[in-house]
């Protein structure tokens, strides 16, 4: 019972989020300043914005609908934490796992896209508006192929848990490149997760201000932005632990070291995709959706399938 | 409470976001603004993020003489922000009406609609000049908000 | 032929090359040589023709008679427009331009700088 | 034209794609634009008022800040006509100094068009990129002018400030450097598919509707017209320096696009020209305060295209009218026909993409705008219902999903 | 493109131009045209010489009771013909010409609230620039105009010290 706890509340839960979600922040903002040739935020910088927004005067707009605009963003925020509890940072085994948590953390970190968007739509603002309905157009664009990468993988270790995954690439670990076309399309799909250049469209700035979340101001605001670091976190986890199953039988330490490597390094790899592209327009990031990275998603389980009969166990 | 009321305090001076408003100026401010924010001055070094909604914002940076018709706007996007807020008048327009004053549009500084807590003369006010302000701003902000902790205990 | 992603490699550059930041105003650095930024006046050159009041487009400038031959100059920083005009339309070389740009002031009435024989530059307090 | 069911956004007055306040009214069906309205104003400081009651010399300096972009566009076309009325032959040093600075500003206001170019696209990397090498242009404006921007470096008989032989090799050393990074910016655009992706096929105006609207500057060169004050009415010192105009067909803001940089680098071997050609002399004839009565139009390429002035003086020391048309006036018209059946992602840029100046544009009188006060009372209802019914359309039904989570936080 | 030639021909084609057309310098041509006369010199300059493109309308008060709007034209962007007609501070009417030249819409639509001069045959829209509350009667730009308030110039009282 206290172990659940302090694993809800310490480790690997809100607390270790909290402080990894700033740091994902941090360094994401650093790179995409130096990258495109400035100094960037100081370290605490993600720390300090957060604590400020707390701290500020809340204003709820009075044509929202107050429930649900103060609701979604705490469930977003919930939502994104909870999943990383299914999800092997700390060696081969997470916190709780059965045989079928892929497809949990999956919806749970679908959830606080809908959050995005109901907020969006219950803030009722034109810009809002736009924004959610904007956010979810691109959800049904991005899930699928992001879904099939990780169900090829999840195939070829013929389990439905994310601890039997990582075990099963651990052992075999040649594999994990077989998956490597996955791990490059869920890549993708996660920047439009995240909602990130060039899939930032639900929050393009010029367009629609601030999108779904042009009303939201204060704690409801850190609320979000903390949620995103976690999805951030989480999502990185998740890939991290689905395709890159390096120096999980090290030692604890190193394994540990290990998983953060491996995270950060696909959190670089998003704030240089973030730095290298123009945003797309949604009919443009539909059809990269539906006709590249759906087919090469299914090419992977093709691919998968046929390892599985040709390879011996 | 005095701590957590520092940490704040901190937290605010750490990370003002700023929101730009042209009251009708002439441009050069404006694009000497966006120039802070660019590689060269980067202003995101002190925390400062350009935020497109009032909603999100801490300081207003208003450039221009304020003309009749943006007047009225001007006091709903303020209204809009949510305290604390700053306002900062940027350029000599902002600051008093510069060379429009005695244009019949033209309301005259940013102080005659609103509270302004910081001018920077200057037309337009150069990147360096603007930086020097915000930071002479936040360093003010810092003193007060010691004295106001210095007043509680 | 376009592919996406052509500026990647001047952002892995970047990343390795020291920022383009000027370290601001920590370490201070100054205006070009020439740079139009507060004005000077040497009271004791002025003779109180009172050309520079005229030319000025915004009316920032105003000379004062404080006694025989003697002149102050009260200029508005708030309403000046830093283009010098003053300067060239002075019969005396009383006006001077400085290179001086940072003159953000918390405090309106800072903004008013009253300049005389005992000080040519700089506001007192 | 906005028809009763259509989503209204208000783009504007306080917006992040346009940096200065005005107000597009467009009329959203689902992402697509079927109605747009612009209405401009909110700048409106009075300033062709003002000039009547104002000296040349103090008017000279209020025109000049009529746009802090194009200052330099806007003093030299007023001093041009000042002289003209006044019959005053300006040095020919003065001109060719005249020419530098408005190439300079030329380029950068172009590099500074690029980068918002990129912003208003989502490609910030591009905007970072473009400033930080504009600010090798803005450096050498502060040290030949004196000031960043509104140069005041017009003065009626002439220039006000000398360039020296150190200034000079500034210069060339800049233009070197801007030259290749501004090669990059070209081969970057001819290369870089998301960003081609964005501006291509995107705010069509057809060479007829250049013509029928009068479009000017890169906008018209755009659209194949071949026309440029510098050329057809040479000014300054352009008669004796030898450029392309830039101009293609493509009609669309990929095209205004490759113009712009296209006469990026004509600008440069302008500049280089200029500094080969300079002649020594004086640089100011000093001009009467009293200006003779007469009438003149005054025409000058600013970056954005034609600037015009009609200037009159009745032989006091005050003009009689003074008339600005900026460019931007003249190319606002086209805007509502590029917008057509566009997505609203596209509406930043398309606006961009005619490099509005709208400082420039209202120089007279300021109006309110009644239709932006419906940014909080736009009908939500209506607003839903289309989005709803156009996803359906398309197959995706919320009113269902709606429903439940209605009925959900009822009893929550 | 010789101005001469274009001078020529409007002296010959409309004999109440003569010596109301003078060059003023390359590629500045100054008409004045009677009221009465506007409209056809007008269409014949647009559709039969070529001068295609309306570059601004400028309305001036002339003080002594008389209007002057001047239409701006150009041909291929090298000749500026600049039509001016004189009209009646009482009663000042044009027609349109929004038919020849549709962008001159903008440009009458300030003509109407600056001076209140009235153009004719002018498609209902928004007007331009002034507010739509904007007080009747009110013309900033007619000289007689004292304008709303607003702080006076400074450079008036420096002149008065």
Request: charged share 25%; net charge positive.
């Amino acid at each position: 019972m206290l172990k659940a706890f302090f694993h809800i509340l310490i480790f690997p839960g809100l607390l270790f989020l909290f402080v990894f979600g700033f740091l994902a922040e941090y360094v994401d903002r650093k790179l995409y300043a130096r990258f495109q040739n400035r100094i960037g935020p100081p370290w605490f910088q993600p720390l300090a914005d957060f604590i400020k927004l707390v701290a500020k005067e809340e204003i709820i707009p009075e044509e929202a609908d107050v429930k649900v605009f103060k609701l979604m963003p705490v469930f977003a925020l919930a939502a994104s934490s909870v999943a990383i509890l299914y999800i092997p940072i700390w060696g081969e085994q997470a916190v709780f796992s059965f045989n079928g948590d892929v497809i949990v953390v999956l919806y749970l970190l679908t959830i606080p896209t809908f959050a995005y968007f109901l907020g969006g739509w219950y803030s009722r603002s034109v810009y809002s508006m736009i924004g959610a309905v904007r956010s979810l157009t691109q959800l049904f664009a991005y899930e699928v192929p992001l879904f099939l990468c990780i169900l090829a993988s999840a195939m070829l270790a013929d389990t439905w848990s994310l601890s039997g995954m990582a075990r099963f690439y651990s052992q075999h670990i040649g594999y994990w490149f077989c998956n490597i076309i996955g791990f490059v399309v869920s890549l993708i799909c996660l920047l439009g997760k995240l909602e990130k250049v060039p899939f930032d469209i639900p929050e393009a700035e010029t367009e629609i201000v601030a999108g779904s979340f042009t009303e939201y101001n204060g704690r409801l605001l850190a609320f979000i932005r903390m949620s995103f670091n976690i999805e951030t976190v989480v999502g990185a986890s998740l890939l991290a632990a689905v395709f890159l199953p390096f120096g999980l039988n090290l030692p604890p330490a190193a394994v540990f070291l290990c998983y953060l490597i491996q995270v950060f390094f696909i959190i670089a790899a998003i704030s240089f995709l973030r730095a290298l592209f123009a945003r797309l327009r949604l009919d443009q990031m539909i059809n990269l959706c539906w006709k590249y990275l759906a087919p090469l998603a299914f090419l992977q389980v093709l691919f998968n399938l046929t390892l599985k009969v040709v390879l011996p166990r | 409470m005095g701590i957590i009321s520092k940490i704040i305090n901190w937290s605010r001076l750490k990370s003002p976001w700023v929101l730009h408003f042209n009251t009708g100026a002439c441009n050069a401010c404006d694009i000497e603004i966006i120039a802070a924010l660019t590689p060269r001055y980067d202003l995101e070094r002190f925390g400062v993020v350009l935020k497109a909604t009032p909603r999100h914002a801490d300081i207003l940076l208003c450039s221009g003489p304020v003309t009749k018709q943006i007047e009225s706007r001007l006091l709903r996007i303020y209204e809009q922000m949510p305290e604390p807020k700053f306002v900062v008048a940027i350029g000599t327009c902002a600051c008093s009406g510069g060379v429009f004053n005695g244009c019949y549009n033209v309301c005259g500084g940013i102080n005659s609609v609103l509270p302004v807590s910081a001018y920077i003369p200057g037309c337009p006010a150069s990147p360096k000049a603007i930086i020097d302000g915000v930071v002479k701003l936040l360093q003010s902000l810092e003193v007060k908000e010691t004295k106001n902790e210095r007043r509680k205990d | 032929m376009s592919r996406p992603g052509k500026i990647a490699r001047l952002l892995i550059q970047s990343l390795f090359k020291k920022p383009a930041t000027l370290n601001y105003p920590a370490q201070k650095s100054g205006m070009p040589e020439g740079f139009r930024g507060k004005l000077k006046f040497n009271a004791l050159m002025c003779i109180g023709c009172k050309m520079c009041m005229r030319d000025c487009p915004s009316g920032a400038i105003e000379i004062r008679k404080i006694g025989e031959k003697q002149f102050e100059a009260e200029i508005n920083l708030a309403k000046c427009i830093y283009c010098g005009q003053c300067v060239d339309s002075c019969l005396k070389k009383a006006l001077e331009i400085t290179a001086e740009f940072e003159l953000a002031k918390l405090d309106p009435a800072q903004l008013k700088v009253i300049l005389n024989a005992g000080n040519t530059e700089n506001p007192k307090g | 034209m906005h028809e009763s069911g259509d989503v209204k956004i208000p783009i504007g007055p306080q917006h992040p794609a346009l940096k200065e306040p005005e107000s597009f009214l467009i009329s959203l069906r689902g992402e697509k634009i079927t109605a747009s309205s612009v209405r401009l104003g909110y700048n409106h400081r009075g300033i062709e008022k003002a000039c009547e009651e104002r000296t040349y010399t103090q008017g000279l300096y209020l025109i000049e800040r009529i746009c802090g972009i194009c200052s330099h566009s806007h003093s030299t076309c007023f001093v041009q006509a000042v002289e003209e009325i006044a019959g005053l032959e300006v040095p020919a040093r003065a001109k060719y100094i005249r020419t530098l600075i408005a190439e300079l500003e030329r380029m950068h206001s172009h590099l500074l068009w690029l980068g918002v170019a990129g912003h208003e696209i989502g490609f910030d990397t591009l905007l970072m990129y473009t400033w930080r090498d504009r600010e090798v242009v803005m450096d050498l404006l502060a040290a030949l002018t004196g000031n960043r921007v509104n140069y005041g470096i017009n003065t009626i008989g002439g220039v006000r400030r000398d360039i020296n032989s150190k200034q000079k090799e500034e210069i060339l050393g800049a233009m070197d450097i801007l030259e290749d990074r501004t090669k990059y910016y070209i081969d970057l655009a001819k290369g870089e598919t998301t960003l081609i992706k964005r501006l291509q096929g995107v705010g069509i105006l057809s060479h007829e509707d250049a013509e029928k609207l009068d479009a000017v500057g890169p906008t018209a060169r755009a659209s194949g017209i071949e026309r440029d004050v510098r050329k057809d009415d040479p000014y300054a010192a352009y008669a004796e320096l030898d450029f392309k105009v830039i101009s293609v067909n493509s009609c669309d803001v990929y095209g205004r696009t490759l113009v712009r940089l296209g006469e990026l680098m004509e600008s440069f071997n302008l500049v280089r020209q200029v500094m080969r050609k300079i002649p020594e002399g004086p640089i100011l004839v000093k001009p009467p305060r009293k200006i003779p009565a007469g009438e003149v139009v005054s025409r000058y390429e600013a970056p954005r295209g034609e600037d015009l002035h009609y200037v009159r003086s009745n032989g006091t020391e005050k003009p009689d009218r003074v008339k600005v048309r900026a460019p931007t006036l003249a190319n606002i018209q086209s805007v509502s026909k590029m917008l057509e059946d566009r997505y609203l992602a596209d509406m930043p840029i398309v606006i961009a993409a005619i490099d509005p100046c709208f400082s420039c544009t209202d120089r007279l009188v300021a109006l309110r705008d009644a239709e932006s006060e419906k940014k909080n009372t736009v009908a939500w209802e209506t607003v839903r219902l289309k989005g709803v019914e156009w996803y359906k359309n398309r197959g995706v039904d919320f009113t269902s999903l709606n429903k439940k989570l209605t009925k959900l936080f009822q009893h929550a | 493109m010789n101005e001469e030639k274009i001078k020529q021909e409007l002296e010959d084609k409309f004999s109440y131009l003569k010596d109301l057309v003078n060059i003023k310098r390359k590629g500045r041509i100054f008409a004045q045209v009677p009221l009465g006369e506007f409209n056809t010199v007008f269409a014949y300059a647009v559709k039969k010489m070529g001068f295609l493109a309306l570059s601004a309308i400028t309305g001036l008060d002339r003080g002594d009771g008389v209007f002057e709007v001047i239409y701006h034209l150009n041909k291929e962007g090298r000749v500026l013909l600049n039509l001016s007609v004189m009209l009646n501070k009482g009663n000042p009417e044009v027609n349109t010409v929004t038919s020849y030249c549709p962008s001159a819409d903008i440009y009458e639509r300030e003509l109407m609230d600056l001076l209140g001069i009235k153009v004719n045959g002018l498609a209902p829209g928004h007007r331009y620039p002034l507010t739509d509350d904007w007080p009747k009667g009110e013309y900033p730009l007619r000289k007689d105009w004292k304008g709303n308030s607003g702080t006076p110039f400074p450079g008036k009282e420096a002149k008065n010290a």
